[in-house]
């Protein structure tokens, strides 16, 4: 008995202890975006030191805890998780990142800030939020993201280059394009021979990030190359951990959806027999054909991306391959381009020591399609054979002479399935960009570092341009020995940044300044050469070319922090170009900027509503040198070819050519003011910004037309004239649903802009109607816009038309503006232009569980467009001319709405033709799913399916009515492209 009590009692006196015993508990943490483990993640216990980081797989185990412990789960840029023990079962968390940190490190000149501390317009958008699907070149990852930023593609070839304008662009003929940073080396703008989009350099699979800089106190810093915006596109690291890879691949189809509304040839043989002679209705062919169905076709695309990354505290390294193989719907348009790219980080010397190597490398193949193949569908005859092996022309049938069955030459469109396979444009290009970055924390100074970056971007292109059996090619003697012409290029573009960048905090003063000082040099060389007529030597022309760029630059900047409240920047700069002479060729570049962190003060400090409040305040002057022209204010002479020179007596001379110079042509300048006001709201639920700016370029870098003997040429650059500019733009993030299975994020980008021309010449005139610009199709030497003082560059300059009482347009009936009695070039009125005045852009991200749905819509309003389609295949002796009795050519729909006849200057002139182009897209939907570690531990699989061009809405009556320059002619058609890819993590 006594033994069995001093058991029991042992037993109750060990309860208490057993029940209290510490366990340990296991278990993994994933990114909710990715379903990828994340490693490194913090694990400890709530109001203790205990605590684990997670491994390279993303597990955990952590000893000692009870059961009612609270685990804190925390990783930097990511929301922080709570989870209570309730036993020792694995506890498997998933953490997101958070709202404010997607958005929080922003990459500005020769440096880094954060979105709070930021104060100039500085847009940041992140690799999770940019658009999805076939996309081979990486602006158009940003169209619609970003208010005021609007992006233009080219046309829908294969890898096509874009337009991209910021706040509408600040010149009238030098360059309106942004200065565009890859990791640190600035690209030129005049892109590569062979290649047709410069930065297909870089694989879209590879982009961390886009900085978009806007105001002037934000691209001061760059100078000689900011009027127009910055755009710093920044490709990803390797991360802390183990190895990492990831595959991605996706498969495209595309589609023409849209077609020019060319008559059928029901509704052409019908034309042609109400409208045309005896001798138009005997060429009326049997054949039934859409010739636009014949150079179109349904267009594939494969794209394949592999990545390795990892690294330690130490070192930290990201390889990538890439491979893209493109055909567009036009037959004969092809890219093939395989991508390299290697970042590399290293610290030495107790990290005082960071070294980075970016790398990215592209070899390219192209081959370019005959895009006058699309006009020629329209115009050519669809009651004519495709094919006729009668014909010396390879076997297409074209239009010949009944005289000597040559080709006719003149009033006769080609046949346009043969214009595309009877022509081999094709080329390849080899491109590299490279910079290696040392930044150095001085050891005696830790507060002051120093930063050398180097870089260099080269690339090598060549190509060919071979046509044979064509009609066109046939001679007046019948010959036909084709056409060969081949090019060839070489650039490099060489870069040295240096600065000292010293940061210190000064706590008796509640102060902290940053304070930069640097150099920068860059140097552009440019050669190469072409060779023409190669099939007949005794007419073959070579040329050649070799120019240099040079840049350098002085620069600083100060930040002043006070009370981590108000915010002052200071920038300066000073910028020389190759380009000008003597004391012009140096610019200087302030600004200012101020920003207060309303937030901040007491009377905020402690609201739940506002979670964020900046007013921003911003001034400064860039500048703008790129007119394309090496050496416009340098006397040149250019040497005569073998088919320009003078004989003297049995021999034949060269001779060289003064070319037109201008010694006066100086830096134009472009000045900015900029206020603006970041918020948030409910944690930051909602949040965005909105900015109002004025902007007024002066000495005008312009193209204008000199009095006759005043110059060695009748128009040349010349610093003229003034430019205002001014818009608001408004961003707005809304998450209205956020709970564990389901988020909704809403984002909204809208921006207003007006440009204004205030002056054009040195001496004002009532009589000058302004500089003649946008010429177009029809006609001998026709231009449908104007840049005319008090109104937008490029505006259009036409007739009014007269309509019936029934809205049809009466042909050569126009309004007599000046009341003369006669219609007259005096009778034109400034009408519209192809801008838009206001751009909207809207986003939708939807998640449930494992489930992510995606919408990106896109507005453009106030745009007009000139179709030039209709005014110039839109009458009948474009058809049917007496002048050409041995052809008959097909036209527009558009033909039998109006029954045009003539084709005279006043009917291409007609405001009839300039039609409202505003429109709604939904560029892209997609719909995704994660799989998770559906092949295991480590791994990841995520499949999803997006259509790009998904829908237009809109009233423009031509092809498209998203058109760069408002002039539509001839466009490749933009496909509706349906994408099923996959991502792979493992």
């Known amino acids: 008995m006594r033994n069995f009590r001093k058991a029991f009692f042992g037993v109750l006196f060990l309860f208490p202890l057993i029940a209290m ?305 493109l055909n567009g719907t036009l037959k004969t348009s092809k890219l093939e381009r395989a991508t390299y790219s290697i970042n590399i980080g290293t610290k030495f010397f107790d990290n005082k020591l960071k070294i980075d190597l970016n790398t990215k490398a592209s070899l390219i193949a192209n081959r370019f399609a005959d895009q006058g193949a699309i006009g020629n569908a329209i115009s050519f005859d669809p009651t004519q054979p495709i094919y006729d092996n009668s014909l010396p022309f390879g076997g297409y049938f074209e239009w010949t002479s009944p005289i000597d069955g040559r080709a006719i030459q003149t009033g006769a469109p080609r046949n346009p399935l043969a214009l595309l396979e009877q022509r081999r444009n094709e080329s390849s290009v080899k491109r590299f960009i490279g910079n290696i970055q040392f930044d150095y924390k001085m050891h005696f100074l830790p507060d002051l570092r120093a930063n050398l970056n180097l870089g260099i971007d080269k690339s090598s292109s060549k190509g060919f341009n071979n046509i044979f059996n064509s009609s066109t090619t046939q001679l007046a003697d019948g010959t036909n020995l084709g056409n060969m012409a081949t090019y060839n290029q070489e650039k490099e573009n060489q870069l040295l940044d240096f600065y000292l960048n010293y940061v210190k905090n000064i706590e008796s003063i509640d102060s902290k300044i940053d304070v930069m000082a640097g150099y920068s040099y860059q140097n552009f060389l440019n050669e190469g050469g072409d060779v023409s007529n190669l099939q007949d030597m005794s007419i073959s022309q070579i040329s050649d070319y070799s120019n240099i760029l040079n840049l350098q630059s002085f620069f600083g900047r100060l930040n002043y922090t006070l009370a981590n409240k108000y915010l002052f920047t200071f920038t300066y700069r000073a910028d020389g170009s190759s380009r000008f002479r003597g004391d012009n060729k140096w610019g200087k570049f302030p600004s200012a900027a101020f920003a207060w962190k309303m937030k901040e003060e007491s009377f905020l400090q402690d609201s739940n509503t506002i979670s964020d409040l900046k007013l921003r305040v911003g001034w400064g002057i860039t500048g703008q040198q790129d007119i394309g022209d090496y050496n416009p204010a340098l006397a040149t002479y250019l040497l005569s070819n073998n088919t320009a020179q003078y004989q003297f007596g049995n021999g034949f001379v060269s001779t060289y050519r003064a070319e037109p110079y201008n010694t006066t042509l100086k830096w134009e300048e472009t000045t900015t003011y900029n206020l603006g006001l970041d918020f948030g709201f409910l944690n930051d639920r909602i949040n965005g910004s909105i900015d109002g700016y004025f902007r007024e370029t002066v000495d005008l870098l312009n193209f204008i037309s000199f009095p006759a003997g005043s110059a060695l040429s009748n128009a040349d650059n010349a610093n003229i004239g003034s430019l205002e500019n001014k818009g608001v733009e408004l961003t707005l993030n809304f998450i209205p649903i956020k709970t564990d299975d389901l988020d909704l994020t809403l984002s909204l980008n809208g921006a207003w802009n007006d440009s204004e021309i205030t002056k054009l010449t040195t001496n004002e005139s009532a009589d000058y109607e302004g500089e003649p610009t946008g010429g177009i199709s029809g006609g001998v030497g026709n231009n449908i816009q104007i840049h005319s003082v008090g109104y937008a560059p490029s505006t259009f300059y036409v007739y009014e038309q007269v309509y019936d009482a029934n809205g049809k347009p009466l042909e050569d009936v126009y309004v007599d503006r000046d009341g003369d009695g006669s219609i007259t070039l005096d009778d034109r009125y400034r009408f519209e232009n192809p801008n838009a005045d206001i751009t909207l852009g809207f986003a939708t991200d939807l998640n449930y569980k494992n489930w992510n749905f995606t919408m990106s819509w896109r507005g453009s309003f106030g745009n007009y467009v000139y179709n030039n389609v209709d005014s110039n295949l839109g009458f009948k002796l474009n058809l049917l001319n007496t002048a050409f009795p041995d052809v008959i050519s097909n036209g527009v729909e558009n033909i039998l709405e109006t029954g045009f006849i003539n084709g005279g200057t006043e009917r291409y002139l007609s405001d009839y033709y300039v039609q409202d182009a505003s429109f709604v897209k939904l560029d892209n939907i997609g719909i995704g799913y994660n799989f998770n570690s559906v092949f295991g531990e480590g791994t990841n699989l995520k499949l999803n399916a997006t259509v790009q061009n998904a829908l237009i809405i809109t009233d423009y009556e031509g092809l498209d009515p998203e058109v760069f320059g408002g002039i539509d002619y001839n466009i490749y058609p933009r496909p509706r492209i349906y994408t099923l890819g996959l991502n792979l993590n493992f």
């Open 21 to 325: 015993a510490q366990i340990s508990v296991k278990g993994k943490v994933t990114d909710k975006a990715t379903g990828t483990e994340l490693p490194g993640v913090n694990v400890i216990v709530k109001g203790t030191t205990n605590g684990t980081v997670t491994d390279f797989d993303g597990l955990y185990t952590i000893d000692n805890v009870n059961i009612g412990d609270i685990l804190i789960y925390s990783f930097i840029g990511f929301n922080n998780v709570e989870v209570a023990i309730k036993s020792n079962e694995d506890i498997n968390v998933i953490l997101e990142e958070s709202a404010e940190s997607l958005q929080e490190v922003v990459i500005i000149g020769y440096g880094t800030t954060t979105k709070k501390d930021a104060t100039g317009a500085v847009s940041s958008v992140k690799a999770a939020d940019i658009n999805k699907g076939a996309i081979a070149s990486p602006e158009q990852l940003l169209v619609g993201k970003v208010a005021g930023v609007q992006v233009t593609t080219g046309g829908g070839a294969p890898g096509t280059g874009s337009t991209i304008r910021i706040r509408g662009g600040s010149s009238l003929t030098a360059t309106n394009n942004p200065l565009i940073i890859i990791d640190g080396v600035p690209i030129d703008n005049e892109g590569v021979s062979g290649t047709r989009n410069p930065l297909n350099i870089v694989n879209p699979n590879d982009i961390d990030s886009y900085s978009i800089l806007k105001d002037a106190s934000a691209t001061a810093i760059y100078g000689s190359r900011a009027s127009n915006g910055v755009i710093i596109i920044t490709t990803k690291k390797g991360k802390s951990g183990g190895i990492k890879a990831n595959y991605s691949a996706n498969v495209s189809v595309q589609e023409n959806t849209q077609f020019v509304d060319a008559m059928s040839a029901t509704d052409f043989k019908g034309y042609v027999n109400a409208n045309g002679v005896a001798t138009d209705i005997a060429l009326i062919g049997n054949a039934n054909n859409n010739w636009q169905d014949e150079i179109f076709q349904t267009g594939m695309g494969t794209d394949h991306n592999i990545s390795l990354s990892g690294g330690s505290d130490k070192f930290n390294v990201r390889g990538s391959m890439g491979y893209t193989n």
